[in-house]
């Protein structure tokens, strides 16, 4: 009976540490929850980008479907949540309207760099209209200035991003490669820019 009772003891005491524990993590996740005005992983974040074709530079557009908020990115104003957030952009997220030249993008342009899955940056805001993208891709980092506009809880910020910055031109190269008579203007010359103007919005609720 001594051990019988011993174990009750004994599975009584697990089962409160267990409902401890358990309670002290519903007050943790309860503690974490922003109370910022403005939380940037609660918005309609958008990013659309165009690229450029044939020597006459026609435009392509496209975007990514997903970012992630790393760190940062809340505030009590659109500025102060968007001021030294931190992001990563799976290139998975890659959408173009074709299936067939988002695979390419993804394998024969992304998936040559020294990272093909991943995008990742921050967004450092200078004063009331210019800022700088801090921009890692393909094994390198390095600065891209943007201009932005905030018109009431939208915040909008456009950049051209050249590629060869980030030593992507072989992924010119072989996405031209693969996509050589697709790339051919009215002179016949296949042609595909290192230049790429970015479109990011974040609206907020």
Request: net charge positive; aromatic share 8%; charged share 25%.
């Amino acid at each position: 009976m001594k051990k019988i009772s011993a174990i009750m003891v004994m599975l009584i005491v697990a089962i409160q540490m267990t409902s401890c524990k358990s309670d002290e993590k519903k007050a943790d996740k309860k503690e974490r929850v922003s109370n910022a005005a403005f939380v940037v992983n609660k918005a309609k974040n958008t990013i659309e980008w165009t690229a450029y074709k044939f020597t006459e530079k026609t435009g392509v557009k496209g975007k990514f479907k997903k970012v992630n908020v790393t760190a940062g990115g809340e505030g009590n104003t659109v500025k102060e949540a968007i001021h030294n957030m931190e992001f990563s952009i799976p290139v998975s997220s890659v959408f173009t309207s074709n299936t067939d030249r988002d695979y390419k993008i993804k394998k024969f342009f992304f998936g040559i760099m020294e990272d093909p899955e991943l995008l990742s940056g921050k967004l450092t805001i200078e004063n009331d209209s210019i800022g700088t993208a801090t921009i890692t891709m393909n094994g390198i980092t390095e600065n891209l200035p943007f201009q932005y506009a905030i018109n009431g809880k939208e915040f909008t910020m456009f950049a051209k991003m050249d590629v060869i910055n980030w030593n992507a031109q072989s992924s010119i190269d072989s996405l031209n490669a693969i996509c050589k008579d697709l790339h051919k203007g009215l002179d016949g010359k296949s042609k595909l820019w290192s230049e790429v103007d970015l479109t990011i919005s974040s609206v907020f609720q």
